[in-house]
């Protein structure tokens, strides 16, 4: 069998503490040590999308349970049937798809001996995504397998994170209107724009109000939202921790607002009729339809009114708030003492003869 196989270099390392956004976590649960060398060389050097493979190890259906339950961002799994038993490759799988309720995780079974598991029965009745024979899986087959597989994986990623995002637009848009939490709305909608455009480097949406574009310039752009490497950098503003070249494309966007497409990123930005630049910028995006680039010059346009009213908003509040607190300032008149004299009403003199002449007048 070593000789469908084509041997090629050892994998180049992967750092441990690699997040799941660097690379595709691969599992291989076989009880034969030649399969786990074989797939080690048929895979080494492989990418997909620019992320190469972290490939891990299990020699039993039991080590692969226990290794699975501790790691829910496995994306692919070959798996051995026959192992410590004839099912235990069909017990792995019923364990990953109903006792951890994983179905993100691609499943191919692997066996070399087919009559012990039928095919058939085995798509049929268990929740796998391939069934192959080892004497057929060559290295070129092994490649089209895996690229397959990883391609559902990432798709399955994106929508679980559109989902996720689409709640959070949701529930950020019921705040919106409850304590104008702009911010969190925008950082939702920013997480489902980047699950649907599949870029997980990251990407940022920054603002500048339109008095501190004029009176500071560049400098004043604050980072509102943002996911990937510069989620630790919200709130921030963007010349105190974005390097150099991220700022270079921020000051072309500012100079010329509208959609710009520049290698593995798009910038988006948006002057508002306050005067304020809002700009929308995304990283490691290989390829954008038409549809995306009108949508996120959408999404550009809208948070950028959003904000405007929020600080009109804001600034209600605050003139509101400086009324209250003069109100509450100013002095109460001080009450009247015993000593004060009376008033000129009481000093004049009523005579009989007056009211008299008073209801006459008010008879006839």
């Keep these: 069998m070593d000789d469908q196989f084509i041997f090629i270099d050892e994998?180049?390392?992967?750092?441990?503490?690699?997040?799941?956004?660097?690379?595709w976590k691969v599992l291989i649960v076989d009880d034969e040590p030649d399969m786990h060398a074989i797939t080690k060389i048929s895979l080494s050097n492989y990418e997909f999308l620019g992320r190469p493979l972290e490939l891990h190890h299990c020699y039993s259906g039991t080590e692969a349970k226990a290794f699975l339950k501790n790691h829910d961002d496995i994306a692919v799994i070959l798996l051995d049937v026959v192992m410590e038993t004839d099912d235990a490759g069909l017990s792995v799988v019923e364990y990953v798809r109903k006792n951890l309720q994983n179905k993100r995780v691609?499943?191919?079974?692997?066996?070399?001996?087919?009559?012990?598991?039928?095919?058939?029965?085995?798509?049929?009745?268990?929740?796998?995504?391939?069934?192959k024979e080892k004497a057929e899986l060559t290295a070129q087959k092994l490649f089209t397998l895996m690229y397959s597989a990883l391609r559902s994986y990432r798709d399955i990623i994106a929508i679980e994170r559109s989902k996720r995002g689409l709640e959070a637009v949701i529930t950020a848009s019921v705040d919106v209107l409850e304590r104008r939490s702009v911010d969190q709305f925008a950082q939702g909608v920013l997480q489902q724009l980047?699950?649907?455009?599949?870029?997980?480097?990251?990407?940022?949406?920054?603002?500048?109000?339109?008095?501190?574009?004029?009176?500071?310039?560049?400098?004043?752009l604050r980072i509102h939202a943002a996911t990937g490497a510069f989620s630790e950098h919200t709130g921030d503003l963007a010349a105190d921790c974005l390097p150099a070249a991220v700022l270079a494309d921020l000051c072309v966007a500012m100079e010329n607002t509208g959609f710009h497409?520049?290698?593995?990123?798009?910038?988006?930005?948006?002057?508002?009729?306050?005067?304020?630049?809002?700009?929308?910028?995304?990283?490691?995006?290989?390829?954008?339809?038409?549809?995306?680039?009108?949508?996120?010059?959408?999404f550009a346009r809208n948070v950028s009114i959003a904000f405007e009213n929020l600080r009109m908003y804001e600034t209600t509040q605050a003139s509101q708030r400086d009324v209250v607190n003069l109100l509450e300032d100013k002095p109460e008149p001080e009450p009247k003492t015993d000593t004060e004299p009376e008033s000129a009403e009481s000093d004049i003199p009523i005579h009989s003869d007056n009211v008299i002449r008073l209801d006459l007048v008010a008879r006839t």
């Design 106 to 131: 691609r499943i191919v079974l692997r066996t070399a001996n087919p009559g012990q598991a039928p095919e058939h029965r085995v798509i049929t009745g268990y929740d796998i995504n391939d069934y």
């Design 261 to 298: 497409r520049l290698e593995d990123r798009i910038i988006v930005s948006f002057r508002s009729s306050q005067g304020a630049v809002h700009i929308l910028y995304l990283t490691g995006v290989s390829t954008v339809s038409g549809i995306d680039s009108r949508l996120l010059e959408l």
């Design 194 to 220: 980047t699950a649907l455009l599949h870029t997980s480097n990251g990407a940022a949406l920054l603002g500048q109000s339109g008095l501190s574009a004029m009176l500071e310039g560049d400098g004043s």
């Design 11 to 23: 994998p180049r390392s992967v750092a441990p503490d690699a997040s799941v956004d660097d690379v």
